[in-house]
């Protein structure tokens, strides 16, 4: 799995972290102290372009810096080859098909 | 002063197990090393490795109330009782205090522990100036005790394969040696899932470091140099 | 300590991010939705889910910032290394109690 060796791995890691860093706490402080959204504020932010394509970076640096760690945990972790194997292959899958989904989500309601 | 102390034979095929030693200590029992040395006296087959008994040669390293440290230079005065003496953690135990370092001194191997320098020698030494020498303070001192490897979590996970925060700064200490010409090739070397990158900068290792040296950062600075080189 | 937290914490929240995800879903299938998710989340047990979502995310984001320093030269000696882990500790429990109070 050379993509993701050595300093490339902590390169993704440390760039989805500042990524995460901006905008994650941007996110977490409106929704925290500021007005409670409404569905109608929320739906409208969605649609817009803009919105959408920060949504889609956060989610993206999300489930790489997510895929990064768990990597980590499995490769310290689990040492049997086969299982090693097996779980990276379903934790992988399952991020993936989480990030699809999530993109999907957010492309059909900015559409 | 009561010990616990790390018992293990394989000649005679015993588990290990752990034997209660009792000591009238005395004015001259200052450190850990003394109170071993006197409870040899005791029992003659307590073995563990001594030599400098001043804290250089590092052949003492044990682990002392579950904390890695040099036997030689550890007090007495303060130590909860019973002391508890084992061998470094995870490393294969030989006997009782005695571990095998091969695995660790191959990773000492592996990182080129040399100046490599092809350049033509000069008429005496190949020169430094003082602030290059300053910048080899901080990694030239270590002994090679082994308590910050046999302290560190990523070291135990994957043994053979992560170099461990000794063989990394003495990494460092020849990446950053001015005489030395082949810092690409040690950088590239250590650049895959786990040489280098297996530390989570848990600091474990400058905890215990006897020297007060601290690999976390030696290693730190090698990521930093990684990033430096290919952007 | 803040290590083991710090890997503790990333687990938490990656095996969270299904439900996420699906409340992501939720929140823009229409207003019924939305109002009966934000119901869920005011109610004592989804306070509860909260708070620990916002302990794990703050302690892993605290442990973050302190390797992102680390990284950049600041904080690697041994004093720094202890005196941050204690600062991100006490910083993340204070953020999940806060986020359980409020």
């Not at chain 1, 817009?48 to 993206?60: F, K, N, R, Y």
């Not at chain 3, 916002?54 to 973050?64: Q, T």
Request: glycine content about 6%; hydrophobic content about 50%.
């Amino acid at each position: 799995m050379r993509i993701f060796a050595g300093q490339r791995a902590f390169v993704l890691q440390r760039i989805s972290a500042l990524v995460l860093l901006a905008c994650g706490t941007a996110i977490a402080l409106r929704l925290a102290i500021g007005p409670q959204v409404t569905f109608a504020q929320w739906r409208t932010w969605v649609a817009q372009p803009l919105a959408a394509s920060v949504l889609l970076l956060v989610a993206g640096a999300l489930f790489i810096h997510a895929w990064v760690g768990i990597r980590d945990v499995v490769l310290d972790y689990v040492r049997p080859l086969a299982l090693r194997l097996t779980v990276m292959t379903i934790l992988a899958a399952g991020l993936s098909v989480l990030a699809a989904w999530t993109g999907f989500i957010v492309v059909t309601h900015a559409l | 002063m009561r010990f616990k102390i790390y018992r293990f034979d394989p000649d005679r095929h015993t588990k290990p197990e752990w034997q209660d030693y009792e000591l009238r200590l005395e004015a001259s029992d200052r450190m850990v090393l003394d109170a071993l040395e006197r409870l040899r006296a005791q029992d003659d087959s307590i073995a563990f490795r001594r030599s400098c008994r001043e804290g250089v040669c590092g052949s003492d390293a044990m682990n002392i109330n579950g904390r890695n440290a040099l036997a030689c230079i550890t007090r007495l005065a303060g130590l909860s009782e019973p002391v508890t003496l084992a061998p470094l953690p995870s490393f294969p135990v030989i006997r009782d205090l005695i571990v095998d370092m091969t695995q660790f001194f191959a990773h000492y191997h592996a990182i080129k522990p040399y100046v490599m320098n092809d350049e033509p020698p000069p008429e005496r030494e190949r020169l430094q100036s003082p602030e290059e020498r300053e910048r080899l303070n901080g990694l030239y001192e270590c002994i090679l005790c082994a308590c910050c490897t046999s302290f560190c979590p990523p070291s135990w996970w994957h043994p053979g394969k992560f170099l461990g925060p000794a063989a990394l700064l003495q990494a460092q200490r020849f990446i950053v040696d001015s005489r030395d010409r082949g810092a690409s090739q040690r950088l590239e070397f250590l650049d895959d899932v786990y040489k280098l990158y297996r530390c989570r900068t848990i600091m474990n290792c400058a905890e215990v470091c006897p020297k007060g040296l601290n690999p976390a950062q030696a290693i730190e600075r090698i990521k930093i140099e990684l990033l430096r080189r290919s952007a | 300590m803040a290590s083991i937290g710090h890997r503790i914490s990333g687990v938490v929240l990656v095996s969270l991010l299904p439900f996420a995800v699906l409340a992501l879903q939720r929140s823009l299938d229409g207003d019924d939705a939305f109002s009966s998710l934000v119901q869920k989340l005011q109610s004592p047990s989804g306070r509860v889910v909260l708070a620990v979502v916002a302990w794990a995310a703050a302690h892993h984001l605290f442990a973050g910032i302190r390797h992102l320093l680390m990284d950049v030269g600041a904080g690697s000696s041994l004093a720094a290394g202890r005196a941050s882990a204690y600062a991100a500790l006490v910083a993340a429990a204070l953020v999940g109690a806060a986020a359980l109070l409020a």
